[in-house]
């Protein structure tokens, strides 16, 4: 049996995903291009795992386009964890940090830090600077006096040669500070907490935020064996076995497994999804601060789908089909619709039209009629149910990786967290592709990727590997 462990956004009172119901013809006629078909999800899986192939294996990996990074970590939490530790996530606009205490509870103090836009496109040792004066100041605040093992959770493509060696192999969401590529974070930020005379924190771990997501769903749940982001950046990392990793040579800890992050927003950056890809995809691809990188999270991601709905609608305006053929400067102007008003408008009750207003009235489209109404909540149904059932064929690839018949997808991120039909929409998707392959579940993790660095801390501290 597949159970939906997730407490649900969505209630049956809403406006069905994806209905047509007051939609123009036309709307529903130009939208039909970004329904993805059968046939399109079965060859987006066959690329996929084409792509993970290549990533995995030692002669394809300096090639590949989904780089399979292994993250050394072997080791699963099993819930028997205890002691205290920090954490550090970094991996949008903000800086988390957190001291988690394990026990018979689990004890959490966090402190969220905003990251000004001139500190994550500035030079590279500013941001650590930055970020040890949070940490710094989390420390002291909280009156930690013990030198406490630290998990570092570092949202961006590394390479990783340890647990405690990450080197930045390109910048991915809004960041672009100079001089960290090619770097080893863990000894930046060592090198800034140093400049500040601070001695007292032992970095244990640098790791993505999906093995932390991954980390804080196998904390709860035993068959967590994939964990997922769908935030401002999508990506996914999975259990697979060691011998698959042909780049991670170390001796076989015991589990004669490695979590493997995957970085599959990169996916389709040398042209294998332009079978699904629009003109929409290529502008917002255009305009971003890098072009021709992240294709695949630039169709899914929280960081893009306002903007992809924008364009649709700017377009069906602009063609006469919707507002009269009358715009607004807003909804003319790039990224003036947020993802969240995406989930917003979807998250509307059946027959009402009072979210979709509240947008519209926004971006200036005062003069929106019931159909404009119904066109727009469309368009944001066209482009949640496209990057849901991508997310969804994805995921069935990596289940059948993983293996087992119960599995367990712990997932992350405002997109899944926010959207009202996201986590129905891929349950049904999935459910569609594998049939009763697999009993599985899919449920949200909050602050999974803060919490699964110091769960990561601690499991290391259980297996003494410290
Ligand atoms: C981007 C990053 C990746 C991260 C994801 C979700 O794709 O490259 O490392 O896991 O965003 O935050």
């Known amino acids: 049996m ?24 036309a709307v529903v006629e130009g939208g039909k291009e970004l329904v993805l078909s059968d046939q399109q999800l079965a060859k987006y899986m066959e690329l996929f795992e084409e792509n993970i192939n290549r990533g995995l294996g030692k002669e394809t990996n300096p090639t590949a386009i989904v780089k399979c990074f292994p993250t050394y970590v ?95 192999e390109r910048w991915t969401k809004d960041f672009s500070c100079p001089g960290v590529i090619g770097n080893d974070v863990v000894t930046m930020l060592q090198d800034a907490l140093e400049r500040r005379g601070h001695k007292k924190i032992c970095i244990a771990a640098v790791l993505n935020d999906t093995t932390g997501t991954l980390m804080a769903a196998a904390f709860k749940h035993p068959r967590a064996r994939i964990g997922l982001i769908v935030g401002t950046g999508t990506n996914g990392c999975y259990w697979e076995s060691q011998q698959k990793a042909e780049l991670f ?15 599959w927003g990169a996916f389709g950056d040398d042209g294998a ?14 305009h971003s601060v890098n072009p021709g990188k992240q294709k695949h999270e630039k169709m899914i991601s ?69 159909e404009d109404y119904c066109n727009m909540r469309y368009l944001c149904s066209l482009i949640s149910r496209r990057a849901a ?31 009202p039909h996201f986590h129905n929409l891929m349950m049904e998707k999935i459910k569609d592709i594998t049939g009763d392959e697999f009993d599985y579940s899919l449920f949200l993790v909050e602050d999974g990727s803060g919490i699964g660095a110091a769960l990561l801390a601690a499991v290391l501290a259980r297996t003494q590997q410290l």
């Open 74 to 168: 072997q080791h699963l939490p099993d819930g028997t964890e205890k002691g205290k530790y920090l954490a550090l996530d970094l991996g949008g606009s903000n800086i988390r940090v957190l001291l988690v205490e394990l026990g018979t509870a689990m004890n959490i103090n966090s402190k969220v830090f905003t990251i000004p836009l001139s500190i994550m496109q500035g030079q590279g040792t500013l941001l650590f600077d930055f970020i040890a004066d949070c940490l710094i100041g989390f420390v002291k605040s909280n009156n930690v006096e013990e030198e406490l093992p630290l998990g570092f959770t570092f949202s961006f493509p590394l390479v990783q040669k340890g647990l405690k060696i990450g080197i930045l």
């Open 389 to 419: 059932q991508m997310v969804a064929a994805g995921l069935s690839v990596l289940m059948r990786r993983v293996g087992h018949k119960k599995v367990a997808v712990g997932i992350d991120g405002t997109v899944y967290k926010f959207h």
């Open 2 to 25: 597949t159970t939906m462990c997730r407490s649900q956004v969505c209630n049956p009172t809403m406006w069905p995903s994806g209905s047509t119901e007051g939609v123009s013809p």
């Open 273 to 286: 999804l332009d079978f699904i890809r629009r003109s929409y995809d290529e502008d917002v691809d255009l």
């Open 249 to 263: 040579d170390e001796p076989d800890s015991g589990s004669g497994k490695v979590i493997i992050n995957l970085e």
């Open 302 to 370: 929280g960081m893009y789908m306002g903007e992809l709905v924008r364009l649709m609608a700017e377009k069906f305006t602009k063609a006469g089909l919707m507002f009269e053929g009358r715009g607004s400067v807003s909804l003319f102007t790039r990224g003036a619709l947020e993802s969240s008003a995406v989930s917003d408008i979807e998250r509307e009750r059946y027959g009402e039209f009072t979210n979709v207003k509240r947008v519209c009235d926004s971006l200036g489209l005062t003069h929106a009629t019931r």
